[in-house]
């Protein structure tokens, strides 16, 4: 079976954080909680996402909160 994509996670000189990932991961939904890796409550995000042909990406103005992502295979 093939490797699952990369998730990248990087903090910006503005305070920003980008997550983003192959846009060749396809069937991959970007989730996201805010309760720890091991939590069940994973919700998709459905706004915000820029593709450009190779790389999908998310711009997040950084939460008071945790927060944690992954990319998920429905």
């Keep these: 079976s093939p490797t699952p994509p990369s998730l990248n996670i990087q ?3 503005t ?3 980008v997550v ?3 846009a060749a991961a396809t069937g991959f939904v970007l989730q996201q909680n805010t309760n720890g890796v091991s939590s069940v409550n994973w919700s998709n995000v459905t706004s ?3 593709n450009d ?3 999908q990406t998310l711009n997040i103005n950084p939460p008071t909160a945790n927060r944690f992502y ?3 295979k429905p």
């Design 53 to 55: 042909g190779t790389t």
């Design 70 to 72: 992954r990319l998920f």
């Design 48 to 50: 915000g996402i820029q």
């Design 15 to 17: 305070n920003t954080v």
């Design 11 to 13: 903090r910006t000189t």
């Design 20 to 22: 983003s990932w192959p």
